[in-house]
T-cell receptor, first 113, second 113 residues
Framework: GNSVTQMEGPVTLSEEAFLTINCTYT??????LFWYVQYPGEGLQLLLK?????DKGSNKGFEATYRKETTSFHLEKGSVQVSDSAVYFC????????????FGTGTSLTVIP | DGGITQSPKYLFRKEGQNVTLSCEQN?????MYWYRQDPGQGLRLIYY???????QKGDIAEGYSVSREKKESFPLTVTSAQKNPTAFYLC????????????FGPGTRLTVT
């Protein structure tokens, strides 16, 4: 079935460090892939998405490339800020399951000044 | 401003009591969803509704009930049959097809003692 695996946290980085959060998926064909961010005490917000292979989603300095060959959608940012501290969720949706969303377990990021 | 409202933010109940969580959206979205979030886990789908007066069970519907009498409202009742009701509950909606890009509310944290 469809599933998402993302790296376990928590991740702690110094301000301006480079960020990578790994996400791999299991699905047949071509699902749509998403990164959501959850700030403390809030709901999830869509950060970026990609709907076909080799697409790159980007937003607020974050990027992720849909890699079909490695079934991955790793999240990256070149220089993190304290305000990026949050929990990041990788997710997929696929037409073979009525486009139902499957979320990873989330990766907590703390950026220290 | 358009958005999704969940109230209250924090809710406390005694074991054995039913409790209803509110979810309202003014985005004119057709589809609405309820998720449960537990520490260290991804989101799990409880119920979803594609149109008014229609809803479907998600992966963990046991012990929950919903109604969809109005397009903008999708309340969730946590019944006394739900064995582990303490969790963070998130409501979401999507504008297009079922399970298209989802927009989340701020969540309700329910504590049952």
């Amino acid at each position: 079935g469809n599933s998402v695996t993302q790296m376990e946290g928590p991740v702690t980085l110094s301000e301006e460090a480079f960020l990578t959060i790994n996400c791999t998926y299991t699905a047949t064909g071509y699902p749509s892939l998403f990164w959501y961010v959850q700030y403390p005490g809030e709901g999830l917000q869509l950060l970026l998405k990609a709907t076909k292979a080799d697409d790159k989603g980007s937003n607020k300095g974050f990027e992720a490339t849909y890699r079909k060959e490695t079934t991955s959608f790793h999240l990256e940012k070149g220089s993190v800020q304290v305000s990026d501290s949050a929990v990041y969720f990788c997710a997929l949706s696929h037409t073979n399951t009525g486009n139902q969303f499957y979320f990873g377990t989330g990766t907590s990021l703390t950026v220290i000044p | 401003d358009g958005g999704i409202t969940q109230s209250p933010k924090y809710l406390f109940r005694k074991e054995g009591q039913n409790v209803t969580l509110s979810c309202e959206q003014n985005l004119n979205h057709d589809a609405m969803y309820w998720y449960r979030q537990d520490p260290g886990q991804g989101l799990r789908l409880i119920y979803y509704s594609q149109i008014v007066n229609d809803f479907q069970k998600g992966d963990i519907a046991e012990g929950y009930s919903v109604s969809r009498e109005k397009k903008e409202s999708f309340p969730l009742t946590v019944t006394s049959a739900q064995k582990n009701p303490t969790a963070f509950y998130l409501c979401a909606s999507s504008p297009d097809r079922l399970f298209g890009e989802q927009y989340f509310g701020p969540g309700t944290r329910l504590t049952v003692t």
